[in-house]
T-cell receptor, first 114, second 114 residues
Framework: KAGVTQTPRYLIKTRGQQVTLSCSPI?????VSWYQQTPGQGLQFLFE???????NKGNFPGRFSGRQFSNSRSEMNVSTLELGDSALYLC?????????????FGPGTRLTVL | DQQVKQNSPSLSVQEGRISILNCDYT??????FLWYKKYPAEGPTFLIS?????DKNEDGRFTVFLNKSAKHLSLHIVPSQPGDSAVYFC?????????????FGKGTKLSVKP
């Protein structure tokens, strides 16, 4: 069974640009959550999508947005990039919303903002 | 304000000995706690969990203890093996809360020396 895949794995952008990251969940999983990992703040929850609807949202500015498609694939977008957005962005999938003990993480996308 | 704290950024243990990783939390509404292990360039993988109605859960070499009155949990690894060397994250679920699925600590890097 294929795991959670994230593309691209590495990305370099400059301040002010925007970026779109993609996440393909495990087959049959309908919930996708996004997290940001930085050395200073650790892993922080961004948002969760379930059946194409945003179910939960963390404390991030509106520059961070996401969406989910009918095939459960999800994208997150960050507009007007800032240096502080440099981080590892992880997505995790689960069968249902809130199934945190059955949440599988992808390898992450390493975003560097110059 | 950090609701889940892992106060030891790193821990070094000899192979065969016990590793004890600690985690403190502040929110009494947390109902479920998890430990994740993360290797470099990979996403976190679920290790073990415990419900707030229990005080101990065991899975092979891994045992998690929960002390609700102290708002403290710990992960014991016995015996420790070099392959256990990784970053360990403690996470908590605030069921019905507005902060999303999971709140993570900043992680403890465990090094098991042969």
């Amino acid at each position: 069974k294929a795991g959670v895949t994230q593309t691209p794995r590495y990305l370099i952008k400059t301040r002010g640009q925007q970026v779109t990251l993609s996440c393909s969940p495990i087959s049959g999983h309908r919930s996708v959550s996004w997290y940001q990992q930085t050395p200073g703040q650790g892993l922080q929850f961004l948002f969760e999508y379930f059946s194409e609807t945003q179910r939960n949202k963390g404390n991030f500015p509106g520059r961070f947005s996401g969406r989910q498609f009918s095939n459960s694939r999800s994208e997150m977008n960050v507009s007007t990039l800032e240096l502080g957005d440099s981080a590892l962005y992880l997505c995790a999938s689960s069968r249902t919303s809130g199934s945190v003990n059955e949440q599988f993480f992808g390898p992450g996308t390493r975003l560097t903002v110059l | 304000d950090q609701q889940v704290k892992q106060n030891s950024p790193s821990l070094s243990v000899q192979e065969g000995r016990i590793s004890i990783l600690n985690c403190d939390y502040t929110n009494s509404m947390f109902d479920y706690f998890l430990w994740y292990k993360k290797y470099p360039a990979e996403g976190p993988t679920f290790l073990i969990s415990i419900s707030s109605i229990k005080d101990k859960n065991e899975d092979g070499r891994f045992t998690v203890f929960l002390n609700k009155s102290a708002k403290h949990l710990s992960l014991h690894i016995v015996p420790s093996q070099p392959g256990d060397s990784a970053v360990y994250f403690c996470a908590a679920r605030n069921y019905g809360g507005s902060q999303g699925n999971l709140i993570f600590g900043k992680g403890t890097k465990l090094s098991v020396k042969p």
